[in-house]
């Protein structure tokens, strides 16, 4: 039971990594390998290049992210939720996120974290509220950016590759086509050592015969759909990652040489986003502003 609950640590730092640790240095796939084309209809990579554009260009943007995780060993089942309500603004950059964490009763029952950040004469601050105290702390942008809807999103758009047209659905109330594409495991690996991502996982691996920088490697693909509405902005996005977290799951059973099944019953991130250039403006709390200062 005790290496059971070390592989759901383990297991949420990856999606914990996996959702807000994309940054900006981290491209791997074909941003500037755009060529004419003599077709006037637009391609899918090119409609999806175009919603990516979009979204980095807007000035402000109001996300809501799920993620549900489900593993099974012994014939003990742990089911964890966590749902985060993001709105931020650039120029000057502002950030505000409300994650709730409901990991079951076994590993803690729910809890809620409120996050905050700006900027102020280049001068980037992180506020953050666990478990009713305040504390804020100054940090480099660079890791700020891990937070940033866009360049997240942007990121994983950069990496997906084969896209095809999947019909029409309603998102946020109004229709947006939806575009089926996959990640590899190669290009997610790329991602990850380029973000710096993986320098996460090295406490969570001490004493053990594995390596970050190869975990990743030979993992299978993530499929992934994004859904872009009429003015060509990506209000929704989906990554099922079941298949290729067992992959990681099992290489730590084998390297622990554990004999007992682990199974991923699901892995899934879903996002969705509205209010581009238009998301509700926010004030960070005067008792965060008067919060100790973090070394």
Known sequence: M????KLISLAMVIVMMFSIAACGGGNSG???EETPQESTAPTPEEVV?????NMREATSIESNMTMDMAMTSDGQTVNMKTNMDMVSFTDPMKL???MTMDMGEQLGGTQTIQFYADETDGAMTMYMNMMGNWYKQNVPEEQLAQYDTKENLSTYLDSSTGFTEAGT?????????????????S??????KASGALDDLEPMLAGTDLDASTIYEDLPDITMSI????????VKYEMD????????MDKVMATAQQEQALTVDAMKISMTNKNFNNAADFEIPEEAKNATQMQ
């Not at 005790?2 to 609950?5: D, G, M, V």
């Open 96 to 98: 505000k996120m409300d």
């Open 187 to 192: 290009q997610m690996n790329e991602v990850l």
């Open 49 to 53: 290049k175009a919603a990516e554009n």
């Open 227 to 234: 859904w872009i509405n009429a003015e060509q902005y990506p």
């Open 169 to 185: 659905e309603q998102v946020n109330g109004e229709d947006a086509t939806k575009y089926d594409g996959v990640i590899t495991g």
């Open 30 to 32: 074909g941003e500037g």
């Open 2 to 5: 005790k290496f059971f609950n």
């Open 241 to 248: 990652m079941t298949a290729m977290m067992q992959g990681l």
